[in-house]
């Protein structure tokens, strides 16, 4: 991974814990079950995307393309694998369970990384 890719990453990862952190806190206001099904799925975002980074970003060589490809659609399965059983887990055992702060906080976690991308896009100046 390049210097400016790894930056990317981290920095999205960072923010994708800090928001979870947040919501987690802010959602505890209407309950500890809201807080803690924030944390899980906010988590379970950071935690996946983490694991796609790690496993799909890792030094290739560009004389092997279909291994990078290989590699990506298993760190996608891996990433896929991680969020399912974490969810399964969740519905399964943790009573009582907020479906909608555990699936929102999720989705507004995971969308991160795509702001953060937009954001470090060519054309845009960051000093």
């Known amino acids: 991974m390049g210097s400016l890719d790894d930056n990317i990453v981290r920095k999205a990862l ?21 807080g803690y099904s924030a944390l899980i799925g906010g988590g379970a975002a950071t935690i996946a995307n983490g694991l ?23 760190a996608e399965l891996l990433k896929i694998a991680f969020v399912t059983a974490i969810f399964l887990s969740a519905f399964l055992w943790l009573r009582p369970l907020s479906a ?28």
Not at 52 to 74: E, I, L, N, S, T
Not at 100 to 116: K, N
């Open 14 to 34: 960072r923010y994708q814990a800090v928001l979870t952190l947040l919501l987690a806190a802010g959602l505890t206001v209407l309950g500890v079950e809201h």
């Open 52 to 74: 796609f980074a790690y496993w799909a970003f890792k030094p290739y060589r560009a004389q092997q393309p279909g291994r990078v490809v290989a590699r990506m659609y298993g």
């Open 100 to 127: 909608t702060a555990l699936l929102g906080c999720f989705l507004i976690v995971h969308l991160v990384q795509a702001v953060v991308a937009a954001g470090a896009g060519p054309g845009i100046r960051r000093r």
